[in-house]
């Protein structure tokens, strides 16, 4: 036998060896830090087929824009804390209000928005407050947070002129009209108009009866990004023409609405408009596109070291284990639908439940919570008290 066949034996030996007493050391440890913080094994959703089920009927769900209803159907079956398998990942998903301040508060130097996250919605929002940190998205934030100052929000003169628009859209016949799609394009012409001077009119153009390129774009985009979400690797291989196409006419907007920032306007106007500011640095016009909007109702944090969850265990009191680099998705639309939050109509449209349960805590999220908690929470309140 050569020596170069037995060197390398040796070496091919020596790495084995190697590998094997790391995973040994690193179960261990791990071993060893579960038991040291009390931890239970949560549920765990079939992994058969590296999870194979799971991924065909999230595109089926996807497919009939049922997403939340499936996630609604995995809580129900799992429990408000599970682990999530799919293709060899194991991602926690929780309704929990404790987990939810752990993750985002009291734990949140532990817990970051990942690499992972930015690889998804980067194609689509670019280097901005979503995917940035430390310094950079602290100056993000700064530049922002003019816009919503007492003076700014309390002037009503954009929330007049959209909410004219909707009421063009209300039928005149009294019949019963889905408000959720209309809202959401309210919320869309607010925020862009708000922002960036430039709104979408997406309520204006629905009441032409004509397409809306810029709201099909934006919900094919967000489709698109809860898929790659839960595919990761996988999505590589699959046709994406549709998403980038989306992204495109996104694009697009923000470059129109660039072109308006700077051109000459009355500057004796008071108003600060976000987008002028931004334009002043030149950068690049995917980073100026609807930074703060996309309030979804699943969101992630990855754990950048070994740590635990308060609570999820077997009997949903023990907490949980997370390793580093393991996604933890707290669901806050299912947290706002928990029976044993806010009663056995928790799913009902019932303003009057606020008369005597208390608004507040982790229980009630919807701007999210900690150092990223939306900016914008301030004008949606607003909005909400003009509308009604």
Excluded at 21 to 48: I, M, V, W, Y
């Amino acid at each position: 036998m050569s020596s170069v066949l037995i060197w390398s034996l040796v070496l091919s030996t020596f790495i084995v060896a190697h590998w094997a007493s790391r995973k040994l050391h690193r179960r261990q440890n791990l071993h060893k830090f579960h038991k040291e913080r009390g931890c239970g094994p949560p549920l765990q959703t079939p992994d058969a087929l590296f999870g194979l089920l799971q991924i065909l009927r999230l595109i089926q769900a996807l497919m009939k824009n049922n997403f939340l209803g499936y996630v609604e159907e995995l809580f129900e079956k799992y429990g408000n804390t599970f682990v999530y398998n799919t293709l060899g990942t194991k991602s926690v998903w929780t309704t929990e209000p404790k987990n939810f301040r752990a993750c985002l508060v009291t734990q949140s130097h532990e817990f970051e928005t990942g690499a992972a996250r930015d690889q998804v919605i980067i194609s689509l929002v670019g280097h901005s407050i979503l995917t940035t940190y430390g310094r950079t998205w602290a100056c993000h934030r700064a530049m922002i947070r003019p816009d919503f100052v007492k003076s700014q929000v309390g002037n009503l003169d954009t929330f007049e002129k959209h909410f004219s628009n909707l009421l063009v859209c209300m039928p005149g016949d009294n019949s019963t009209v889905e408000l959720r799609g209309l809202f959401q394009k309210l919320t869309m012409d607010i925020s862009t108009d708000f922002l960036l001077k430039c709104s979408t009119e997406s309520l204006a153009v629905h009441a032409t009866g004509q397409p809306d390129e810029f709201s099909e774009a934006w919900n094919e985009a967000m489709t698109w990004i809860l898929l790659r979400a839960h595919l990761g690797a996988v999505m590589r291989f699959m046709p994406r023409s549709s998403f980038f196409r989306a992204c495109k006419i996104i694009h697009q907007f923000a470059d129109h609405a660039i072109v308006t920032a700077l051109a000459p306007h009355n500057t004796s106007e008071k108003r600060y408009v976000f987008l002028r500011e931004l334009a002043k640095e030149a950068l690049d016009p995917i980073q100026l596109m609807l930074r703060l909007y996309p309030i979804g109702p699943v969101n992630a944090r990855i754990a950048t070291k070994d740590t635990s969850l308060p609570v999820g265990g077997p009997d949903g009191d023990l907490p949980i284990m997370i390793e580093k680099g393991q996604q933890v998705l707290y669901c806050v639309w299912r947290m706002h639908r928990r029976k044993d939050l806010y009663g056995p109509d928790a799913a009902s449209f019932r303003p009057e439940r606020w008369v005597t349960q208390k608004q507040g805590g982790w229980e009630f999220l919807p701007f999210n919570g900690g150092t990223r908690q939306c900016i914008g929470r301030k004008s949606v309140s607003v909005s909400k008290n003009f509308l009604f």
